[in-house]
């Protein structure tokens, strides 16, 4: 549901925010960027707070805090588009998650990062990806979404974003099984898990165990369905949206 463009580098600093991250320690991770000025560093804190939000349904006055700081940072178009990109998933998660119908700030602020980030700026993958979630949940147009998608997975593809190819695929995939393409749908599933696997995106891994579980047939899906919710467990029950698909096998 969620969605970033890149993992650490050679970066100690962004090495222990990564590590933090994976894990789901959101605000651990911010903490560590708060010292350092300029506009990424109150960008990268917004988006870990943003990611908070939608992974847990809480902490929205920080986030928003973090936001007004990284808007107010901001000076070239890439920052803005940035900035205004991470608004915009922000509204989107309100909405989502039921908070509040922010549907319409979401489009908008999506649509103002559109404007401001070039075709080849390195945040336009992640963009794309988020106008594919807004076409796929909140204007229930299946067509738009795979393109947006297709675009976002294009260009994380190009500027080696590894970690949202791995989303890319699961909408992707999500689509496919929508529409009875299970081989596709499992391939996609599967190279998402491949790759959260291999990055160590813990906070991410239970999603994608769950969601190659519906495209697999017994006795696999079960078995996957149980390894998610022990992942579940492990993180005290993060991502909070997870709760209702794994419901079943949990409790039993």
Do not use: N
């Not at 300029?38 to 988006?47: I, M, N, V, Y």
């Not at 998402?192 to 906070?203: A, D, M, N, P, Q």
Request: charged residues 25%; hydrophobic residues 45%.
């Amino acid at each position: 549901m969620s969605g970033s463009g890149s993992t650490a580098g050679d970066d100690p600093l962004q090495t222990a925010v990564w590590r933090l991250r994976s894990r789901g320690c959101w605000t651990d991770a911010a903490a560590l960027l708060a010292p350092h000025p300029g506009a990424g560093p109150s960008l990268q804190r917004a988006s870990l707070l943003v990611e908070r939000c939608l992974f847990t349904g809480k902490g929205w006055p920080d986030a928003e805090d973090a936001l007004r700081v990284a808007e107010a940072t901001a000076r070239e178009d890439d920052e803005r588009g940035g900035a205004a990109s991470e608004r915009g998933h922000l509204a989107y998660a309100a909405t989502i998650l039921g908070v509040r119908d922010r549907a319409d700030e979401a489009r908008a602020a999506l649509g103002r990062a559109a404007a401001l980030l070039a075709p080849t700026a390195p945040g336009r993958p992640l963009l794309d990806f988020r106008r594919g979630l807004i076409a796929e949940h909140l204007s229930d147009s299946p067509q738009s979404a795979v393109a947006a998608y297709r675009r976002a997975h294009a260009g994380a593809t190009a500027h080696g974003q590894t970690l949202l190819l791995s989303f890319t695929w699961r909408h992707l995939a999500g689509l496919a099984l929508r529409e009875g393409e299970l081989a596709e749908a499992r391939h996609g599933f599967g190279e998402s898990l491949r790759i959260r696997e291999e990055l160590g995106y813990l906070v991410g891994t239970a999603p994608a165990l769950a969601a190659l579980a519906d495209a697999e047939p017994e006795p696999e899906a079960s078995r996957l369905r149980a390894e998610a919710g022990r992942l579940f467990r492990l993180l005290d029950g993060v991502p909070t949206w997870l709760a209702a698909q794994l419901a079943p096998s949990t409790a039993a």
